[in-house]
């Protein structure tokens, strides 16, 4: 299969991306026509940042966004530490522990996301963490860095325990992509490792798991990537994250296209910065 080789943009590139604009825009205002429905940007575009007499605030979808951002840093996090234990567990010589691993991936896998949400914040999240546990971590997160986490603390509860979902949930997807690296690593590089004196964990740590973290690296941004939208699903339990916030800003408003347009852009740029972070990362690393 040959590689189409890259050309640069030309004058046909211009035609094919105009003739798109120009179709998306007929196809909102004849949809806007016929719903006679008068279109506003003010409004929405206030609840981004707005100018008062304190100076400029953040607005309602702007603390959607940055919820939607500390969920994708803890979720993520935990996501990819879960996942590192269950693709341990995967990859144990003892059987018991490679079918509870198994078992949890594959649980999880066959699950829609919303169900999963609604069963383990409902029925295994209330269970797990009582009001004591939550009291104490509150007490220990009211401080600078705490506060720059999770926000508002009196929303903390909220959004740590839809991280928490977020991450179990991704979990099971990040350990199956960690065993795939792994097991990606010819089996003739531990042979030769333990040909020069290497102990098994010496060869894990030098020489498989920097080939895999580079086999791995685009695998994960792409589910970091899923993390984030799969955080919109949130809202269903009352997490203040972007969709949240956009719904409420849509029936405040009463400009549902324009609003839902907004939030749209917010997540693309989200999910953009991620890939494009990712990419920076990997050419760092070629160079």
């Not at 940007?41 to 100018?51: A, E, R, T």
């Amino acid at each position: 299969m040959k590689i189409p080789i890259r050309r640069p943009w030309s004058i046909a590139d211009s035609i094919i991306f105009l003739v798109l604009v120009v179709v998306v825009v007929w196809v909102a205002s004849e949809t806007a026509a016929q719903l006679n429905y008068q279109w506003n940007w003010q409004l929405p575009f206030g609840y981004i940042v707005s100018y008062g007499e304190n100076g400029w605030v953040g607005g309602l979808l702007l603390d959607g966004l940055i919820m939607s951002i500390r969920l994708m840093v803890i979720g993520g996090v935990l996501a990819l530490f879960l996942g590192a234990v269950v693709a341990t567990l995967a990859l144990s010589p003892l059987r018991a522990l490679r079918f509870f691993a198994r078992l949890y991936v594959e649980g999880l896998r066959h699950l829609p996301p919303i169900v999963f949400i609604f069963v383990f914040f409902y029925f295994i999240s209330s269970q797990l963490f009582g009001e004591e546990f939550w009291r104490v971590l509150l007490e220990y997160s009211d401080n600078r860095v705490g506060r720059l986490l999770l926000g508002d603390l009196a929303r903390a509860e909220n959004l740590l325990s839809g991280a928490l979902c977020l991450a179990v949930f991704e979990a099971a997807f990040v350990s199956e992509i960690i065993r795939a690296g792994i097991l990606s690593i010819e089996s003739g590089q531990w042979q030769a490792a333990r040909s020069i004196g290497l102990s098994s964990i010496q060869t894990l740590r030098f020489i498989v798991l920097p080939q895999a973290l580079a086999r791995i690296a685009a695998p994960l941004t792409g589910q970091l990537i899923l993390l984030v939208k799969d955080s919109a699903i949130l809202s269903v339990i009352s997490v203040q994250e972007l969709t949240f916030s956009a719904q409420e800003t849509a029936v405040s408003t009463q400009q549902i296209f324009e609003t839902w347009l907004l939030a749209a852009g917010l997540y693309f740029m989200l999910c953009a910065s991620l890939l494009w972070l990712c990419k920076k990362l990997e050419q760092n690393k070629s160079n």
